[in-house]
């Protein structure tokens, strides 16, 4: 019998689409978000997607003789909460803001942004939402989303769940980066506010909702006008466009330091020169309620907690004691509620970090 050839199609032949590969859903999708990229549009890149890669025009961004910063990073198990909840529409924010967070802090302006979004079977609404997070995120950076990659990987993924990661580039003029090398004991290091756990710790945040027994949709013991999932779900500050604010207004800020995984322990002394460190006064500090919350349901000590989670302060900036009027003035004029939280000091050989007071949570 005649075996059947190339050019003799199979009528039980498989396709991709039975293998668990929609790449019809996956074209739906692209078309459904080219609206939400446009609207990311900056000097330097025209906000659209489709082709094999994006472009930049520095130039037209205004840069003269710019180093570039890249940072990558995603959003861990607070993406399990997302899921959980179906809630989806805002951990795209979150995404753009463990970034490009990372950038400014360098001294560093984001231009664009590159998302990879992952899941077993794609829900063309569902990566909409995450989409439209990721382009609410990067318009509050002030960053164009040039483009990204949607996999549809059946097998890899349990079912519902889906998997981020971002990619975001900056610049910064020659002679501008962060830290500067005159960082030195004596300098305040001033907290910015967060607005909630952001994207730390959350295996240990879900960890604490199962121990204390309440579901997602119950209300938050931390904040009783909303769902709990919803509450932990606030999405991470982006403090871009205030700081590059202020670094373009006052030449005073020495150092900015994002506090995320690893909290105060591990994030102030990334930006410290050999032989300081930082002694924050704890007391000076105002932990939004969902921290008590953790603390007491966890019975979590005070050092944890700090090595942990941002506990209310997403970002510091450290100044010379004589700037402080004048960042903090700066600081407001940009939206924020700066306070001072420590000081820089000498560490030969001990903690890189000292405290005195007590969080009071």
């Known amino acids: ?15 991709y689409a039975q293998a668990g590969v929609d790449i019809d859903a996956g074209n739906a999708m692209v078309e459904a978000i080219k609206p939400l990229v446009r609207t990311t549009r900056r000097p330097g890149a025209d906000g659209s997607i489709g082709g094999f890669g994006g ?8 840069y003269t003789d710019p180093i570039l910063v890249a940072a990558n990073d995603g959003v861990g198990t607070k993406l399990k909460v997302a899921v959980e909840t179906g809630r989806h ?8 803001a463990m ?18 979004y992952a899941t077993g079977k794609l829900n063309p609404e569902e990566g909409a939402l995450v989409v439209q997070g990721i382009v609410d995120g990067c318009r509050q950076a002030g960053c164009a989303l040039l483009g990204g990659e949607t996999a549809e990987m059946p097998g890899l993924y349990a ?27 004596g300098d305040a290091i001033l ?18 909702v199962a121990l204390s027994g309440l579901n997602w949709n119950a209300i938050a ?9 919803a509450a932990l779900l606030e999405p991470t500050r982006i403090y871009v466009r205030q700081l590059l604010g202020v670094l373009r207004r006052t030449d005073a800020i020495k150092g900015l330091a994002h506090i995320t995984g690893g909290g105060f322990t591990e994030n102030i002394p990334r930006v410290l020169p050999p032989g300081t460190g930082a002694h924050l006064n704890l007391s000076a500090i105002a ?19 700090l090595r942990t989670f941002n506990c209310g302060i997403g970002m510091v900036a450290i100044v010379a004691a004589s700037e402080v009027d004048n960042v903090t003035e700066a600081l407001i004029a940009e939206g924020e509620t700066p306070v001072v939280i420590g000081e820089v000091v000498a560490a030969d050989g001990g903690p890189r970090v000292t405290t005195s007071g007590r969080l009071p949570l």
């Open 99 to 116: 970034c490009v967070n990372d950038l400014v802090v360098q001294g560093a302006e984001p231009l664009f942004f590159l998302d990879y």
């Open 159 to 185: 079912k519902g769940d889906y998997d981020l990661a971002g990619f975001a580039v900056g610049a910064a003029e020659r002679g501008k980066l962060l830290p500067r090398a005159d960082i030195a004991p």
């Open 287 to 305: 932990p939004p309620r969902v921290f008590g919350w953790l603390s007491r349901v966890g019975a979590i000590e005070e050092a944890e907690m």
């Open 1 to 15: 019998m005649p075996q059947s050839g190339p050019e003799s199609p199979n009528p039980n032949g498989l396709t």
């Open 191 to 208: 907290g910015l506010p967060s607005s909630g756990v952001h994207s730390n710790g959350f295996s240990l945040v879900r960890r604490i």
């Open 55 to 62: 472009l930049f025009d520095l130039k037209a961004a205004g």
């Open 221 to 229: 013991p931390f904040a009783p006008d909303r769902q709990l999932g």
């Open 89 to 96: 529409d805002t951990i795209g924010i979150d995404l753009v």
